[in-house]
């Protein structure tokens, strides 16, 4: 049986967007709709492995969701990896959401206790800057109380900056259960090759997952650019029905490879030594492609999210 | 995301140089190439350092540039979830105006031919910004160099810098290499200059503000002592029995510099010991002694405004001053008469000569008088019919020289000269009107709230020339801005107290920065320009190193007058 990330919150919180952007697909049609989504939407994403993501519009016509939700309730909730509800900032109806939220925690802690549950205050962009923090903050509160005896982790974002790439990848950095052993792997792998920096990408997504650096970097935007441009690119290449597989970038100053790694993860070398021919970094990285595929054949099917 | 293992067929079709080809997977980039590739535009505000060859943009707007063109790859062009808002997309930085004894205001800046401006509003745009408070000083100026030769300088000063603005509006088309669309002058001076030419621009486009709002300073001080004086006259109904020498009619012309002998002072007048009250007020109120510093109070708090867009509102002061002046001359002449001897080099008792070599002190106040030449190509941007450019730029021209001409035709013939010498003509033709004037009042009046609101402007426009080149941020913080006006404040108080000649310090500033914006940077990049099209003829070149040397002419020929 497949797992789920469920994708739910009100209707016209953002889901579908946060959905496009950080899955690269083209939004299927209008996001504001005249009512809310009847049926859930699946996507066949392979997210961090073998996840299925389900896009769940809650809260729209009262009494039609109740009933729905009460009927089908065991089969949305039944085997869910992940939980990520999204609250407008901007809501006028705070109890009604809450309300909301409550329900579909029962519904988790009764079919999928094991469950992560992470909670997005999105559309940060049209508080005023200097409110964010304290508003953030209370919302934060409220939800941590009302989330007991689950356990909540909560992210202020917003599509126009770079939070909601950080949550996400936060929410990724959580759901792999070797990411410590990981990142030990990936700054030796770096260290040995003398990269200055190295990333690892989720594939799905190119999500930050890990990174090691060896000195300090001046752009702290740089890991939602790289994303972007890639996915833009990935956009691209889907027009020609091609599909990206990997790049080289190279002038005077520094050499780039873009490549996959792992059956679920790209990663990105980055050498400030140009005089190390590209040949030399592409043979490295073969290499340790078969060391890291190792490490998540490892750690045994229940436990990995990286292997299904 | 399909075929992930299975093809492994190369997508990336190589663009290489084969002599070079390192192999089939690798794609060069040239960084020259880079640079003309570069598919954005980034607001000036954004762009943290402008001195290394590739201009760097700020991390913040290069991120959110990247994430506006990967949204609107997602969406649909009717589809508006994911088009950016006004509130995340960082406004165009605020385009100010400014000729640095005239006007200052903000424009809105248009992209080549989306002007709104018929060519009547960029004429009158044109006129407005030139015209200010040089043209206190322009009867002076006459009196130095003579009437005949007076007339004459002016005439053939707005020819030669009507043709150094022509030369600067021009000098921007002929860079056809790159996208010149959003440049300013020294923009330009650093395409052909570098950074030297970039550093030399500011810094002399420092010396002109600087001028300026010491000029500012001081006719501020003068214009609040005489307001005051007036005011308390007015109150305590004391009539003005001054011991300095006037004409004693109904409209009444002074000469304050006649006692001291030359050079003019701003002490105060000497009143009747026996009226207490009045003394008191004497040492409180003192042209030079103490109003500078009431200014500070005043001032002091205004300059230290992050954006002074508010006093750009009061743009329409200036205009009406200059209208009034007119109007007050010409009112003047009309109750005054004409008095004119033509003597034609030999000083009388009461007249200048027609010719006299100290002309170039009128050529130094010309050259701040006509000065446009760091803004005419913004202003000319925003007009709707750009073939009509130049000759709108001549028609401007051409009025202020009339209106210089007529202001300072009128005062200098209108000037009583039987019982006055025409050498009493002060600095600031006001001067020659008593505190007690009712209709001279008006003028110091409207002048005064006119300079109060355009001061903020030029120290704002001086703020952010000067901290956004050393410091790369226009507020780097409120210690850095305090000392900065500080300074500047400093330096019209301490000028205001001793050396109160505005005539004197427009025309060493003018000449200044005269020298680099009206005559060497236009005549040398033309020159240059020409010499790289292979298109450099001898009259040619003759004529501009001509341009050259007078404005350096005119610079040195200041400090010996």
């Known amino acids: 049986m497949k797992k789920k990330v469920l994708l739910m919150g009100k209707s016209g919180s953002g889901k579908t967007s946060m959905r496009?952007?950080?899955?690269?697909?083209?939004?299927?049609?209008?996001?504001?709709?005249?009512?809310?989504?009847?049926?859930?939407?699946?996507?066949?994403?392979?997210?961090l492995g073998n996840l299925v993501l389900n896009l769940w519009d809650c809260g729209g016509q009262d009494t039609f969701m109740e009933n729905y939700f009460t009927s089908q309730r065991d089969n949305i909730f039944r085997n869910v990896e992940v939980l990520i509800y999204v609250f407008d900032v901007e809501s006028r109806e705070l109890e009604k959401d809450m309300h909301y939220y409550q329900s579909c925690l029962e519904a988790i802690l009764q079919n999928s206790p094991d469950a992560k549950i992470f909670c997005l205050v999105h559309k940060m962009d049209l508080v005023q800057e200097d409110q964010r923090d304290l508003i953030f903050k209370e919302r934060e509160e409220d939800l941590r109380r009302l989330s007991r005896?689950?356990?909540?982790?909560?992210?202020?974002?917003?599509?126009?900056?770079?939070?909601?790439?950080?949550?996400?990848?936060?929410?990724?950095?959580?759901?792999?259960?070797?990411?410590?052993?990981?990142?030990?792997?990936?700054?030796?792998?770096?260290?040995?090759?003398?990269?200055?920096?190295?990333?690892?990408?989720?594939?799905a997504t190119f999500l930050v997952i890990s990174h090691y650096q060896c000195r300090e970097q001046r752009d702290v935007h740089r890991f939602e650019k790289i994303s972007n441009i890639i996915k833009q690119f990935k956009l691209s290449c889907s027009k020609l029905?091609?599909?990206?597989?990997?790049?080289?970038?190279?002038?005077?100053?520094?050499?780039?490879f873009i490549d996959i790694f792992t059956s679920n993860t790209y990663v990105m070398v980055v050498m400030s030594d140009p005089s190390i021919p590209s040949a030399a970094t592409l043979i490295n990285i073969r290499n340790a492609r078969k060391h890291f595929e190792k490490l998540e054949r490892v750690d045994g099917p229940k436990h990995s999210l990286l292997m299904r | 995301?399909?075929?992930?293992?299975?093809?492994?067929?190369?997508?990336?079709?190589?663009?290489?140089?084969?002599?070079?080809?390192?192999?089939?997977?690798?794609?060069?980039?040239?960084?020259?190439?880079?640079r003309s590739k570069r598919p954005f535009y980034i607001e000036p505000t954004n762009i943290v350092s402008v001195n290394h060859v590739i201009q760097r943009v700020s991390d913040h707007a290069s991120a959110m540039n990247k994430r506006i063109h990967y949204y609107n790859r997602l969406s649909t062009p009717a589809d508006k979830a994911l088009i950016a808002p006004d509130h995340v997309v960082p406004a165009p930085g605020e385009c100010y105006v400014y000729s640095p004894l005239g006007s200052a205001y903000k424009l809105q800046s248009y992209t080549e031919g989306n002007g709104k401006n018929t060519s009547l509003v960029t004429i009158f745009m044109i006129w407005n910004t030139m015209m200010g408070t040089s043209i206190l000083s322009i009867p002076w100026g006459m009196k130095q160099a003579g009437f005949t030769t007076g007339m004459c300088v002016i005439i053939l000063m707005g020819l030669l810098t009507l043709y150094c603005c022509y030369r600067v509006v021009k000098s921007r088309t002929m860079i056809s290499?790159?996208?010149?669309?959003?440049?300013?002058?020294?923009?330009?001076?650093?395409?052909?200059?570098?950074?030297?030419?970039?550093?030399?621009?500011?810094?002399?486009?420092?010396?002109?503000?600087?001028?300026?709002?010491?000029?500012?300073?001081?006719?501020?001080?003068?214009?609040?002592?005489?307001?005051?004086?007036?005011?308390?006259?007015?109150?305590?109904?004391?009539?003005d029995t001054d011991t300095v020498l006037s004409t004693n009619n109904s409209n009444p012309v002074i000469c304050p510099s006649a006692g001291s002998g030359g050079h003019p002072d701003n002490s105060s007048m000497i009143f009747n010991a026996n009226e207490t009250g009045i003394q008191q007020f004497e040492t409180w109120w003192d042209k030079s002694k103490t109003v500078p510093f009431y200014l500070?109070?005043?001032?002091?708090?205004?300059?230290?405004?992050?954006?002074?867009?508010?006093?750009?509102?009061?743009?329409?002061?200036?205009?009406?001053?200059?209208?009034?002046?007119?109007?007050?001359?010409?009112?003047?002449?009309?109750?005054?008469?004409?008095?004119?001897?033509?003597?034609?080099?030999?000083?009388?008792?009461?007249?200048?000569?027609?010719?006299?070599?100290?002309?170039?002190?009128?050529?130094g106040v010309l050259t701040l008088a006509f000065f446009i030449h760091n803004c005419i190509i913004t202003l000319l941007k925003n007009n709707k019919n750009q073939e009509n450019n130049v000759r709108d730029l001549c028609i401007a021209y051409i009025l202020v020289t009339l209106t210089y001409l007529y202001i300072g035709v009128l005062v200098f013939a209108s000037f009583p000269s039987p019982p006055l010498s025409k050498d009493c003509i002060e600095q600031n033709f006001l001067d020659n009107f008593p505190s007690s004037d009712t209709l001279s009042f008006i003028a110091r009046i409207f002048l005064l709230f006119q300079m109060m609101t355009v001061y903020p402007l030029l120290g704002y426009l001086a703020r952010v020339q000067l901290l956004g080149h050393i410091f790369g941020d226009i507020y780097p913080s409120i210690f850095h801005v305090l000392i900065l006006n500080l300074i500047i404040v400093g330096a019209g108080v301490i000028m205001a107290c001793f050396y109160p000649n505005i005539g004197g310090i427009i025309r060493y500033s003018g000449a200044a920065c005269g020298l680099a914006f009206v005559f060497i940077y236009p005549s040398l990049i033309y020159i240059i320009s020409l010499h790289q099209e292979d298109r450099l003829t001898w009259p040619k070149l003759i004529f501009h190193v001509f341009i050259i040397i007078l404005g350096l002419a005119n610079l040195i020929v200041q400090f010996f007058m």
């Not at chain 1, 970038?249 to 780039?256: G, I, L, T």
């Not at chain 2, 486009?205 to 005011?231: C, E, H, R």
Request: hydrophobic share 45%; net charge negative.
């Open chain 1, 20 to 47: 496009s952007i950080i899955f690269a697909n083209y939004i299927a049609r209008d996001t504001r709709r005249l009512g809310a989504t009847i049926d859930v939407e699946h996507s066949h994403v392979r997210f």
């Open chain 1, 149 to 203: 005896p689950l356990e909540c982790a909560c992210f202020r974002t917003s599509i126009w900056d770079e939070t909601l790439y950080k949550a996400w990848s936060s929410i990724v950095y959580q759901l792999i259960p070797n990411v410590q052993q990981l990142e030990m792997n990936l700054r030796n792998f770096a260290q040995i090759i003398e990269a200055d920096e190295v990333l690892l990408f989720e594939r």
């Open chain 1, 241 to 256: 029905a091609a599909s990206f597989q990997s790049m080289e970038v190279r002038n005077s100053n520094f050499a780039a």
């Open chain 2, 1 to 34: 995301m399909a075929n992930m293992d299975s093809d492994s067929r190369h997508l990336l079709t190589p663009e290489v140089d084969h002599e070079i080809s390192p192999g089939p997977m690798n794609i060069q980039f040239d960084s020259s190439d880079l």
């Open chain 2, 177 to 239: 290499s790159l996208d010149t669309a959003t440049w300013e002058y020294p923009d330009v001076c650093r395409h052909y200059f570098g950074s030297f030419g970039q550093w030399s621009s500011l810094l002399f486009s420092l010396v002109s503000l600087i001028g300026a709002m010491i000029v500012y300073w001081v006719l501020m001080s003068n214009f609040l002592f005489n307001t005051g004086k007036f005011i308390f006259n007015f109150i305590h109904h004391i009539n």
């Open chain 2, 296 to 363: 500070v109070g005043l001032l002091l708090p205004l300059l230290n405004f992050k954006s002074p867009s508010f006093f750009s509102k009061f743009n329409i002061l200036g205009t009406v001053s200059v209208l009034y002046l007119i109007f007050l001359v010409t009112f003047k002449a009309v109750h005054l008469g004409f008095h004119l001897e033509f003597h034609w080099f030999i000083p009388t008792e009461f007249f200048v000569p027609e010719i006299r070599f100290q002309f170039p002190q009128l050529t």
